[in-house]
Nanobody, 126 residues
């Protein structure tokens, strides 16, 4: 069993930065792939970024590539999402999620993720 808790959200002006953290409990967390997803009002949940359990492979949505960076510290059971050059369209609730690598190599499908955090609001004003 893995429990996830996001923190670090807030309000920022366009062009600013925020760093989200996802703290995990569970001794097997280091063996899980972890992803970040977001959901804006009236829209479906969408993939943002993900990182392999080894930390050696990551993937990003085109909309955030070059601006966001995902990283993990397995010793601290924490995943980070550094968000730079934020835009108003980045406004959403951001969720971290964990998946068993045995479920498949794909990162972008929410259905593959077994565990989800409660979400953290990010608001970017123009």
């Amino acid at each position: 069993q893995v429990q996830l808790a996001e923190s670090g959200g807030g309000s920022v002006q366009a062009g600013g930065s925020l760093r989200l953290s996802c703290a995990a409990s569970g001794r097997t967390f280091s063996t899980y792939d972890v992803g970040w997803f977001r959901q804006a009002p009236g829209k479906e949940r969408e993939f943002v970024a993900a990182i392999r359990w080894t930390g050696l492979m990551s993937d990003y949505a085109d909309s955030v590539k070059g601006r966001f960076t995902i990283s993990r510290d397995n010793a601290k059971n924490t995943i980070y999402l550094q968000m730079n050059s934020l835009k108003p369209e980045d406004t959403a609730i951001y969720y971290c999620a964990a998946k068993d690598p045995k479920a498949g190599q794909a990162f972008r499908l929410p259905a593959l993720y077994d565990y989800w955090g409660q979400g953290s609001q990010v608001t970017v004003s123009s």
